[in-house]
């Protein structure tokens, strides 16, 4: 059994979609045979742990997430250019000609728990890829050339293990620069461009993730191969992240009202998931379905996380509805 490859002299990675058409559900098709295989060669390839990075192992596929529809366009389009990178860049002679094109570099921005670090493990998952999350907190060093040593060693082993590596809260490594005033600021700026460096020589694929775009100075924008926003969802979005949010082997009550919490609770998806988890352990420790009562009470606390007020009777319908 033959094994396409997805980055040229690496770990065997995903298969490339048939069409375009396929291209969301190909991981999925694939026999389970080919399957067990991809995860051993996975897990031969990460056998040495990222001393600052921790593995992000989820089970999240392409159809699991509710998005607008144009991020979802561009989430595909990252997903087709992983799996056609080296048909274009080697079998069609791109490298020859675009050096850059070899790098896929990607930057989420969007409002906290609108889908960005979901869309980062679906684009592992749908590769057969592992995702590594960067604790920048354990890189960046106060001693001159430390940071530089460690980013190093980080993108050297992951090139060699063939991993997605996720940096979050990019805004912190890309802030807006001001004018260099003391030798803090001067090395500050190497880090930086040290780290864009290695991000754009990377053989495989980075993603940074940002919740305030508007920090990050636009001269680093331009390096990035895609820039996908993450919106706050709509109402009908909200809709479907309610009626995605329990198992479907949750005893759910008959009297849960989804669109009236979509149209009355401005919430994001990862709101929208802590309640419905909240709800559920309400439930299980009443040893009964999950209902009404345990939505609204779960949502309260919630709202109480997110420094909001709660009003129960904004939540039933009246006569005018």
Known sequence: MRLPALWPGTAPGAPSASSAADAANAANAIDPDTQRLFDACREQSQ???????????????FDDIVLPDETRDWLLEVLHYARNRHQVVEGWGFDAKHQA????????HGPS????????SIIANELNL???????????????????????????????????????????????RTDTRDAHDRYA?????????RIETYQGIVILSTN?????????L?????????????????????????????????????????????????????IAIGAAFLAAAEGAAVGWRHLLQ??????????????PHEFEWGEDD
């Not at 305030?212 to 680093?220: P, S, V």
């Not at 009202?257 to 401005?266: S, Y």
């Not at 779960?298 to 709660?310: M, N, Q, S, W």
């Open 298 to 311: 779960a949502t309260e606390r919630e709202y109480r996380k997110l420094g909001k007020v709660f009003v």
């Open 113 to 120: 728990g609108t889908g960005k670090t979901m869309a980062a």
């Open 212 to 220: 305030l775009l508007q920090n990050i100075d636009k001269a680093f």
């Open 101 to 108: 094109s070899r790098n896929l570099s990607v930057l989420f």
């Open 47 to 61: 056998r040495t742990q990222l001393a600052v990075a921790q593995e992000v192992r989820t089970r999240y596929r």
């Open 130 to 176: 592992g995702l590594f999350r960067i604790d920048l907190a354990s890189i960046v060093s106060k001693y001159i050339g430390e940071t530089e040593k460690q980013l190093a060693q980080l993108f050297d082993q992951a090139e060699a293990m063939n991993v997605v590596l996720f940096f979050d809260e990019a805004e912190g490594l890309f802030a807006k």
């Open 222 to 274: 331009r390096r990035f191969r895609f820039i996908v926003e993450y919106p706050f969802p709509s109402e009908a979005q909200r809709l479907a992240l309610w009626r995605n949010a329990f198992p479907a082997a949750t005893p759910l009550g008959d009297d849960l009202d989804f669109a009236l919490l979509a149209e009355r609770a401005p919430l994001s998806g990862g709101n929208i998931n802590n």
């Open 189 to 197: 700026n190497l880090q930086t461009g040290y780290l864009l460096q």
